[in-house]
């Protein structure tokens, strides 16, 4: 099974910018990044596949761009201008199963997760 390693995150004020890693134990199909604000669901926020189409999620289009980390398999989540409404619990996730891409920002998509990285943008 693959094991992720998330780092980053942590707080600034609202236009500030901050970056978030995730390494994985090996290859991966697609890798991704999921938030969870306090009472809210699990959103899907960007999701990179190993041949290097990207997605993300409306509200972050233009803001958050994912790339390939330094590190062999290791994905990049570079996050400026920051909002407080991007204030929450970060997650990266990866699958090695074949997903039909359209499904790539949903949880059900990915078999291990990572154990999260606090963002907090204050206004």
């Known amino acids: 099974q693959v094991h992720l390693e998330e780092s980053g995150g942590g707080s600034v004020q609202a236009g500030g910018s901050l970056t978030l890693s995730c390494t994985a134990s090996?290859?991966?199909?697609?890798m991704g990044w999921f938030r969870q604000a306090p009472g809210k669901e699990r959103e899907g926020v960007a999701a990179?596949?190993?041949?290097?189409?990207?997605k993300y999620t409306d509200s972050v289009k233009g803001r958050f761009t994912l790339s390939q980390g330094n590190a062999k398999n290791t994905l990049t989540l570079e996050m400026t201008n920051l909002e407080p409404g991007d204030t929450a619990m970060y997650y990266c996730?990866?699958?090695?199963?074949?997903?039909?891409?359209?499904?790539?920002?949903?949880?059900?998509?990915?078999?291990?997760w990572g154990q999260g990285a606090q963002v907090t943008v204050s206004s």
């Open positions: 996730a990866a699958t090695s199963s074949f997903v039909l891409w359209a499904q790539s920002l949903s949880e059900g998509a990915y078999e291990v």
């Open positions: 090996r290859g991966t199909y697609i």
């Open positions: 990179r596949r190993n041949d290097g189409i990207t």
